[in-house]
């Protein structure tokens, strides 16, 4: 099953790429490798929540959105690459979490996009990952997610 099969199973499709909200691109490859500028979960143009996750937001919103996330940067490789099946492995996840000052389940609100990964590719889905807290992302996000994918 591709990738994009698997999305439809999951009852997902991959959005439009996000345009970028400064002066950067959403992905760029180089050899065998699509890195990925950070997502936010915008969806059409909007971003569902905002706030931190721990005071406006709840972790279980958080996994949604670093779900969000994750699509939208495989849109972004995608938009590199042309078929997501190209994909021979997800290399790194970094998920940065917008944070009340006392939260510290980053790695579950992670969980949403790294579990997104693993669903969609299978073991090459799975991956070296980093979840940081942070105390402001752009727009007000909750969440952001960067990926390295291997081609």
Not at 3 to 13: I, N, Q, R
Not at 19 to 32: I, M, N
Not at 71 to 76: M, S
């Amino acid at each position: 099953m591709t990738p994009e099969e698997k999305l439809a199973e999951l009852g997902l499709t991959l959005p439009e790429v996000v345009a970028p909200l400064a002066a950067y691109v959403p992905a760029v490859r180089t050899g065998d490798h699509v890195y990925t500028s950070g997502q936010v979960p915008m969806v059409e143009g909007k971003l569902p929540l905002t706030g931190k996750v721990g005071a406006e937001v709840s972790v279980e919103e958080g996994r949604d959105l670093a779900r969000i996330c994750a699509l939208n940067a495989l849109a972004a490789v995608k938009s590199q690459i042309g078929d997501l099946s190209k994909v021979k492995r997800i290399v790194k996840v970094v998920v940065f979490v917008a944070s009340a000052p006392d939260f510290t389940a980053q790695p579950q609100v992670g969980n949403g996009a790294s579990e997104l990964l693993r669903d969609v590719f299978g073991d090459l889905g799975v991956h070296a990952r980093s979840a940081v807290g942070v105390a402001v992302l752009p727009l007000d996000a909750p969440v952001e997610v960067e990926l390295i994918a291997e081609v």
